[in-house]
């Protein structure tokens, strides 16, 4: 059974550079018609769609974010990472991976378990 | 970007219980909406898409209505597992956007 799974520090500095990666287990990335996305969660609030990737690469982002994230995929490793930059505090959340059947409804049908990370120095 | 929100953003109800929690878009999004159950260390679940169908796997005492700007979930017959956190999710235009949660609260 696929499984999604996110890593990364869970501290980081502001202004600095956010790296997360996305483990995909049980399944090829590059199988099926799938896009893989990002959505955070901040501390008390909604989720936040961050962007997504297809395993062929062609990244499109949440317009909100999009001057300060990078999202690309590793098919030989069989995962896919966010890079978000200039930190600050308001990047605190707990980040999910997820994948979202290129269909209708767009709906994400698969998610990690998130991890959390905190933007103090 | 088009504004979801829900309510109540949290209720009790006891289990055998049904409850109701709607979505509502802040423009017409058609049948583009989705639900999901999210608890607290897990990863959150789709239930529903295209605001009616059900997941597969997903028991059928969910279940989903509404279209273009108010949207319903409904839980018949609560059970222990789904005291949760349920969020909708527009996926009519980019960037997606999700709405504020409901959390479904034990009795």
């Known amino acids: ?121 | 970007d088009i504004q979801m929100t829900q309510s109540p953003s949290s209720l009790s109800a006891s289990v055998g219980g049904r409850v109701s929690i709607t979505c509502r878009a802040s423009q017409s999004i058609s049948i583009y909406l989705n639900w999901y159950q999210h608890k607290p260390g897990k990863a959150p679940e789709l239930l529903i898409y295209g605001s009616s169908t059900l997941q597969s796997g997903v028991p059928s005492r969910f279940s989903g209505s509404g279209s273009g700007t108010e949207f319903t979930l409904t839980i018949s017959g609560l059970q222990p597992e789904d005291f949760a956190t349920y969020y909708c999710q527009q996926s009519y235009s980019t960037p997606f956007t999700f709405g504020p949660g409901t959390k479904v609260e034990i009795k």
């Open chain 1, 1 to 121: 059974q696929l499984q999604l799974q996110e890593s990364g520090p869970g501290l980081v500095k502001p202004s600095e550079t956010l790296s997360l990666n996305c483990a995909v287990s049980g399944g090829s990335i590059s199988s099926g018609n799938y896009y893989w996305d990002w959505i955070r969660q901040p501390p008390g609030k909604g989720l936040e769609w961050i962007g997504r990737i297809y395993h062929t690469g062609s990244p499109y982002y949440n317009p909100s974010l999009k001057s300060r994230v990078t999202i690309s995929v590793d098919t030989s490793k069989n995962h896919f990472s966010l890079k978000l930059s200039s930190l600050t505090a308001a990047d605190t959340a707990f980040y999910y991976c997820a994948r979202r059947p290129n269909r209708p409804y767009g709906y994400f049908d698969l998610w990690g378990r998130g991890t959390r990370v905190t933007v103090s120095s």
